[in-house]
């Protein structure tokens, strides 16, 4: 197989999951929301797809796996996997710029990014034996 033919399967991937709405907030993708982290060409000629729930606990996790996986193999490019990855959890961080303007719209505020204070270092205290 030519790499340019891996690429435009690749790239006919992740277009399909632009098409993928998130069932709980039906506005934004889950290629924009961030859960897809990588997509995966695979030897038989599926492809595999790493998602991380937004969180541990997601109830919409076999509606978003289930929805991958009939969009992609509606459009030819199946067999089709989804490896659920929780670790390392998601964060907005991942989401795009078109999904968090989606959020917007839609009515709910993300959070923007995260910044570690530069300057505050953990501290270490002794715990103090019961009185």
């Known amino acids: ?9 690749l790239d ?6 632009d098409t993928v ?24 000629g599926g492809m595999t797809v790493v998602v991380t729930p937004t969180y541990s606990g997601c109830p919409a996790t ?3 796996e289930k929805s991958i996986v009939d969009a992609l193999e509606a459009d030819g ?5 989804v490896e659920m990855r929780r670790a390392p959890a998601w964060t907005t961080d991942w ?10 719209e ?8 995260v910044v570690a204070p530069l300057s505050s270092p ?8 019961p009185k």
């Open 1 to 9: 197989m030519s790499v340019a033919l891996v690429e435009s399967r």
């Open 12 to 17: 006919r991937a992740w277009a399909v999951l």
């Open 21 to 44: 709405l998130d069932p709980e907030v039906p506005v934004v993708s889950v290629r924009d929301l961030g859960i897809v982290r990588e997509v995966i060409e695979r030897d038989d």
């Open 62 to 64: 076999e509606v978003i």
């Open 77 to 81: 490019l199946g067999p089709v996997r």
């Open 95 to 104: 989401m795009s710029e078109k999904g968090r303007r989606q959020l917007r």
């Open 106 to 113: 839609y009515g709910i505020a993300p959070p923007g990014p």
């Open 122 to 129: 953990l501290r270490f205290m002794p715990r103090q034996p």
